[in-house]
């Protein structure tokens, strides 16, 4: 086996979560299903000028309707409560944006690459297995701690 991919360690993937730049990656073995272990890597931004044209668009709409409710919603209310009630909501709704805009820098491929360098830190509990074309769990690859 040469250079893993994605596509060669797809299999392995039990699942895939991504807060922000961290993605977070449980693998298994596909040939028993066993659990293996959890890595993370963290995504580079996707720097190619229709990503950052594209995120550049995504947080200006989401901060438009974001800020726009919050300034109606002050409004409706008017008066020192409005201002009052309008702070938390200006706060709730720039909570909310950054949320909402969190993944605008990273692409498909981005996530795609953290998760190949994420198999970097549980590969030694894998072996290329040519029969099955995948990477099957070592004999000596132990199940992940339980976290509770």
Request: charged fraction near 15%.
């Amino acid at each position: 086996m040469s250079a893993i991919t994605y596509d060669s360690i797809g299999a392995n993937i039990e699942q895939v979560s991504v807060d922000g730049p961290v993605v977070k990656v449980i693998w298994k073995c596909p040939a028993s299903g066993r659990l293996i272990g959890s890595s993370t890597a963290t995504m580079t931004a996707d720097q190619s000028i229709t990503s950052r044209v594209g995120a550049s668009v995504q947080r200006s709409i989401a901060s438009e309707v974001i800020y726009g409710a919050a300034r109606f919603l002050s409004g409706l209310i008017g008066g020192a409560a409005g201002r009052v009630i309008g702070n938390a909501v200006y706060t709730a709704a720039g909570d909310i944006n950054t949320r909402a805009v969190a993944g605008a820098d990273y692409s498909e491929a981005s996530r795609r690459d953290a998760v190949v360098l994420a198999f970097d830190a549980v590969k030694s509990s894998f072996e290329w297995n040519d029969s099955r074309r995948q990477f099957v769990a070592t004999a000596s690859a132990s199940p992940p701690t339980a976290h509770v």
